[in-house]
Protein backbone atom coordinates (compact mmCIF):
# COMPACT_ATOMS: atom_id res chain seq x y z
CA UNK A 1 0.00 0.00 0.00
CA UNK A 2 1.18 3.35 -1.09
CA UNK A 3 2.37 5.76 1.82
CA UNK A 4 0.02 8.81 2.06
CA UNK A 5 3.29 11.19 2.28
CA UNK A 6 4.65 9.38 -1.05
CA UNK A 7 1.16 10.81 -2.99
CA UNK A 8 1.16 14.08 -1.22
CA UNK A 9 4.32 14.08 -2.82
CA UNK A 10 3.05 14.10 -6.16
CA UNK A 11 0.50 16.32 -5.22
CA UNK A 12 3.61 18.44 -4.39
CA UNK A 13 5.63 18.19 -7.53
CA UNK A 14 2.86 19.16 -9.77
CA UNK A 15 2.16 21.99 -8.34
CA UNK A 16 3.20 25.54 -8.31
CA UNK A 17 4.67 27.95 -5.87
CA UNK A 18 1.32 29.02 -4.61
CA UNK A 19 -0.20 25.58 -5.13
CA UNK A 20 2.32 24.04 -2.71
CA UNK A 21 2.14 26.17 -0.08
CA UNK A 22 -1.63 25.54 0.28
CA UNK A 23 -0.93 22.13 0.50
CA UNK A 24 1.38 22.38 3.43
CA UNK A 25 -1.68 23.95 4.75
CA UNK A 26 -4.16 21.31 3.79
CA UNK A 27 -2.32 18.75 5.01
CA UNK A 28 -1.30 20.26 8.22
CA UNK A 29 -5.45 20.67 8.23
CA UNK A 30 -5.73 17.33 7.66
CA UNK A 31 -3.64 15.97 10.60
CA UNK A 32 -5.92 18.39 12.79
CA UNK A 33 -8.72 16.90 11.62
CA UNK A 34 -7.74 13.27 11.89
CA UNK A 35 -6.59 14.16 15.25
CA UNK A 36 -10.11 15.19 16.21
CA UNK A 37 -11.48 11.92 14.72
CA UNK A 38 -9.79 10.38 17.49
CA UNK A 39 -10.67 12.12 19.61
CA UNK A 40 -14.03 11.46 18.99
CA UNK A 41 -12.87 7.90 19.05
CA UNK A 42 -12.03 8.54 22.71
CA UNK A 43 -15.36 9.90 23.49
CA UNK A 44 -17.60 7.16 21.93
CA UNK A 45 -15.37 4.75 23.77
CA UNK A 46 -15.95 6.60 27.14
CA UNK A 47 -19.87 6.96 26.70
CA UNK A 48 -20.64 3.75 25.16
CA UNK A 49 -18.63 1.89 28.52
CA UNK A 50 -20.87 3.84 30.58
CA UNK A 51 -24.30 3.38 29.20
CA UNK A 52 -23.30 -0.68 29.83
CA UNK A 53 -21.37 0.27 32.79
CA UNK A 54 -24.36 2.05 34.47
CA UNK A 55 -27.17 -0.70 32.55
CA UNK A 56 -28.64 2.20 31.27
CA UNK A 57 -32.15 1.14 30.14
CA UNK A 58 -33.91 4.60 28.88
CA UNK A 59 -33.28 6.83 26.30
CA UNK A 60 -33.16 9.73 28.58
CA UNK A 61 -30.26 8.22 30.77
CA UNK A 62 -28.58 7.19 27.07
CA UNK A 63 -29.09 11.16 25.81
CA UNK A 64 -27.15 12.34 29.48
CA UNK A 65 -24.48 10.35 29.23
CA UNK A 66 -23.77 11.30 25.41
CA UNK A 67 -24.64 15.23 26.43
CA UNK A 68 -22.02 14.91 29.51
CA UNK A 69 -19.49 13.57 27.38
CA UNK A 70 -20.24 15.99 24.16
CA UNK A 71 -20.49 18.86 26.19
CA UNK A 72 -17.64 17.71 28.46
CA UNK A 73 -14.84 21.10 28.90
CA UNK A 74 -12.15 18.01 29.26
CA UNK A 75 -8.99 18.16 27.04
CA UNK A 76 -7.64 14.82 24.69
CA UNK A 77 -5.53 14.13 27.39
CA UNK A 78 -8.33 13.79 30.28
CA UNK A 79 -10.20 11.62 27.84
CA UNK A 80 -7.19 9.02 27.37
CA UNK A 81 -6.45 8.89 31.04
CA UNK A 82 -10.40 8.03 30.84
CA UNK A 83 -10.38 5.72 28.42
CA UNK A 84 -7.02 4.15 30.05
CA UNK A 85 -8.91 3.50 33.27
CA UNK A 86 -11.90 2.16 31.66
CA UNK A 87 -10.87 -0.27 28.96
CA UNK A 88 -8.11 -3.04 29.91
CA UNK A 89 -5.56 -1.78 26.71
CA UNK A 90 -2.18 -3.01 26.51
CA UNK A 91 1.29 -0.83 27.06
CA UNK A 92 1.77 -0.95 23.01
CA UNK A 93 -1.70 1.02 22.88
CA UNK A 94 -1.45 2.76 26.07
CA UNK A 95 2.57 3.93 24.64
CA UNK A 96 0.66 4.91 21.29
CA UNK A 97 -1.81 7.09 22.55
CA UNK A 98 0.58 8.82 24.69
CA UNK A 99 2.86 9.56 21.98
CA UNK A 100 -0.35 10.50 19.49
CA UNK A 101 -1.32 13.19 22.50
CA UNK A 102 2.18 14.75 22.69
CA UNK A 103 2.47 15.00 18.83
CA UNK A 104 -1.17 16.33 18.31
CA UNK A 105 -0.57 18.64 21.07
CA UNK A 106 2.75 19.96 19.51
CA UNK A 107 1.00 20.46 16.33
CA UNK A 108 -1.93 22.12 17.49
CA UNK A 109 0.44 24.58 19.71
CA UNK A 110 3.50 25.17 18.13
CA UNK A 111 4.54 23.17 15.14
CA UNK A 112 4.34 26.15 13.35
CA UNK A 113 5.78 28.59 15.78
CA UNK A 114 8.61 26.29 16.06
CA UNK A 115 9.13 25.30 12.05
CA UNK A 116 8.10 28.06 10.27
CA UNK A 117 11.46 28.19 8.57
CA UNK A 118 10.95 25.34 6.73
CA UNK A 119 7.97 26.97 4.73
CA UNK A 120 10.57 28.77 2.41
CA UNK A 121 12.12 25.88 0.75
CA UNK A 122 11.01 22.69 -1.08
CA UNK A 123 13.03 20.90 1.53
CA UNK A 124 11.28 22.07 4.68
CA UNK A 125 8.02 21.88 2.76
CA UNK A 126 8.19 18.17 2.15
CA UNK A 127 9.70 17.51 5.52
CA UNK A 128 6.48 19.66 6.78
CA UNK A 129 4.24 17.31 4.80
CA UNK A 130 5.64 14.04 5.77
CA UNK A 131 5.49 14.75 9.58
CA UNK A 132 1.64 15.87 8.98
CA UNK A 133 1.33 12.53 6.99
CA UNK A 134 3.10 10.21 9.60
CA UNK A 135 0.82 11.55 11.91
CA UNK A 136 -2.76 10.92 10.28
CA UNK A 137 -1.20 7.51 9.52
CA UNK A 138 -0.46 6.94 13.10
CA UNK A 139 -3.89 8.44 13.98
CA UNK A 140 -5.69 6.12 11.84
CA UNK A 141 -3.67 3.29 12.49
CA UNK A 142 -4.81 3.84 16.66
CA UNK A 143 -8.34 4.49 15.16
CA UNK A 144 -9.03 1.17 13.85
CA UNK A 145 -7.29 -0.64 17.17
CA UNK A 146 -9.28 1.01 19.32
CA UNK A 147 -12.39 0.21 17.05
CA UNK A 148 -11.73 -3.16 18.32
CA UNK A 149 -12.46 -2.26 22.04
CA UNK A 150 -15.15 -0.73 21.82
CA UNK A 151 -16.95 -2.74 18.85
CA UNK A 152 -18.81 -5.13 20.90
CA UNK A 153 -20.68 -2.41 22.97
CA UNK A 154 -21.48 -0.65 19.35
CA UNK A 155 -22.92 -3.60 17.96
CA UNK A 156 -25.07 -4.10 21.09
CA UNK A 157 -26.29 -0.63 20.72
CA UNK A 158 -27.63 -1.81 16.93
CA UNK A 159 -24.85 1.03 15.51
CA UNK A 160 -23.01 -1.43 12.39
CA UNK A 161 -21.21 -0.07 9.67
CA UNK A 162 -24.06 0.09 7.69
CA UNK A 163 -26.55 2.14 10.53
CA UNK A 164 -23.31 4.52 10.85
CA UNK A 165 -23.64 5.03 6.60
CA UNK A 166 -27.34 5.79 6.63
CA UNK A 167 -26.73 8.36 9.20
CA UNK A 168 -23.80 9.86 7.44
CA UNK A 169 -25.62 10.13 4.02
CA UNK A 170 -28.77 11.47 6.27
CA UNK A 171 -26.65 14.48 7.48
CA UNK A 172 -25.05 14.83 3.58
CA UNK A 173 -28.46 15.35 2.02
CA UNK A 174 -29.78 17.68 4.92
CA UNK A 175 -26.80 19.97 4.26
CA UNK A 176 -27.15 19.75 0.66
CA UNK A 177 -30.67 20.47 1.06
CA UNK A 178 -30.00 23.23 3.78
CA UNK A 179 -27.43 24.94 1.18
CA UNK A 180 -30.45 24.63 -1.61
CA UNK A 181 -32.91 26.41 0.67
Not at 28 to 44: D, H, K, M, R, V
Not at 110 to 127: P, R, T
Request: proline share 1%.
Amino acid sequence: MERRYDIAKNEYKSEDDNGRHRLVYAYFGLAIYFGQCLEETFSIMLWTDRIFRKRVKTKAEVNQILDTIENSKKTMGNFIAEVKQCYNLPNSIIDQLDKILSTRNYLAHKYFKLHIAKFYSEVGQLEMIEYFCDFIEESQHLDDQLKLYYKKYTDKLGITEERLEELMNQMKEEEINRIKK
